[in-house]
């Protein structure tokens, strides 16, 4: 009787974990894309899955898509970036979006970061830093350009920030009324000189360079009814 011989059957390969991070880029220049996909294509770990020339189609695109991270410019014509990340926040969307812009300016960082997005870096990012983090962006975490978080570090900390006594607001008020220096000291019993270390210091608070301003400031932030 020949001895039958048991062969092992082989194991079907377990597919590895790549850690590839999908991506979405949005830019209204065709030649700063091309330049992106470039650059994730020849570097392991990431995929470029589409690409979006305005807001309105980055929105499109991020829910037929669902990619890790979109990589968001801010000014683009047809539709900027701050609307579009809180579109979609809006809808759910699971990959954080990363902010890739020229611009570092308040009136540009402030929107898009309160909008949603997880990071803000600059165009001249090294290449390194920029794939280092669109990985963090991926994972959740927040990454922001040196001269953007020195930006929003300086603004925390800014005097403009601190509420205006309950003093200052009867100054500003009075000050609002066309009142003058005198008036406003007559009114609340106190010297000039005090009516005037307000006034400082109501500046500094609201960022305003006078009187004029400081009012006007007022109305914008609803100090002044």
């Known amino acids: 009787m020949t001895e039958r011989t048991e062969h092992p059957v082989p ?5 590895e974990r790549t850690g590839t ?11 700063v894309r091309d330049g992106l996909r470039g650059m994730f294509a020849a570097s392991p ?10 807001g309105v189609e980055a929105v499109e695109l991020a829910v037929r898509l669902d990619p890790d991270v979109v990589l968001m410019d801010l000014r683009m014509p047809g539709g900027g970036g ?27 960082t402030l929107p898009a970061i309160e909008a949603g997005a997880t990071g803000y870096l600059l165009k ?27 930006r929003l570090v300086s603004r925390v900390r800014s005097p403009r920030n601190e509420p205006l006594s309950a003093r200052e607001r009867e100054v500003l008020e009075l000050v609002a009324k066309g009142t003058s220096n ?3 000291a007559a009114v609340l019993f106190i010297s000039e000189a005090t009516v005037k270390t ?9 960022g305003a360079k006078d009187r004029a301003a400081a009012v006007a400031v007022g109305y914008e932030r609803g100090i002044l009814g």
């Open 21 to 31: 991070v999908t991506v979405l880029l949005v830019d209204d220049h065709p030649v």
């Open 198 to 206: 307000h006034l400082t210091h109501i500046y500094g608070k609201l």
């Open 11 to 15: 194991e079907s390969p377990v597919p």
């Open 45 to 54: 770990g990431f995929e470029v899955l589409g690409e979006a020339a305005d």
């Open 182 to 184: 005198r008036g406003i």
């Open 124 to 150: 001249d990012t090294p290449r390194d830093e920029l794939f280092t983090a669109v990985r963090a962006a991926a994972e959740g975490r927040t990454v922001l350009s040196p001269a953007v978080a020195g």
């Open 82 to 108: 701050v609307a579009a990340i809180a579109e979609l926040v809006r809808r759910g969307i699971r990959g954080r979006v990363l902010v890739l812009t020229t611009y570092d300016t308040d009136s540009d």
